[in-house]
């Protein structure tokens, strides 16, 4: 099932929220500097513990971390790494599609039911709301259309990204 939601991620007590992080995994701005800042130092120190695959990257784009909440009402933090947007020609549309089949991967993996997910992309890395949202709705309803135990809720930050959601979500 597909829920749309204006709120603000950190509040939602999901069994997984997905973060817009970066590959460095650390924090950083937007929807990860507000969900680093919710769960507190100790999710500072899980992503310190994930294993860099090279100097610099512990989470390549498109693919997915998990690390527990800790201070959120979220029992897991499920981080990805959206693409920086640059003309839709260079690959985007397969990383961003990624970031949602990976995150809903590592969810089913750890039993999660309720999964929120953030407009990844669409923020400093600049994807086009409507691009983003297509292939986030598609991809999981892909998802969805295997398991249908699961809820996903798009947790737009703005009335206007949840018109996008609702205008494709019907
Ligand atoms: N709850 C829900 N959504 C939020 C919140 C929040 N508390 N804060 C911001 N957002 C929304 C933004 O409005 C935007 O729609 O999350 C979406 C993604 O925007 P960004 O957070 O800027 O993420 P992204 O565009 O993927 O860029 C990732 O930004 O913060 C840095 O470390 C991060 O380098 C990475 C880059």
Do not use: W
């Amino acid at each position: 099932m597909i829920r749309i939601e204006h709120s603000d991620i950190t509040k939602l007590a999901v069994d997984a929220i997905v973060n817009a992080a970066n590959q460095v995994m650390l924090g950083g701005g937007g929807v990860d500097g507000a969900i680093h800042r919710a769960a507190g130092h100790e999710l500072y120190e899980a992503c310190l513990k994930v294993s860099e695959v090279r100097p610099g990257v512990r989470c390549p784009t498109g693919e997915a971390r998990i690390t527990p909440g800790f201070k959120l009402p979220a029992k897991f933090v499920i981080h990805t790494v959206g693409p920086v947007y640059r003309d839709g020609q260079h690959g985007e549309p397969e990383k961003l599609a990624g970031c949602y089949r990976n995150s809903l991967a590592v969810a089913i993996e750890n039993g999660c039911k309720t999964v929120a997910f953030p407009c990844i992309s669409t923020g400093v890395y600049g994807y086009p709301i409507c691009d983003a949202a297509e292939i986030a709705v598609r991809e999981v309803k892909a998802v969805l259309s295997d398991h249908l135990d699961l809820e996903v809720i798009f947790c737009c930050f703005s009335a206007g990204d949840k018109a996008v959601y609702e205008s494709l979500v019907g």
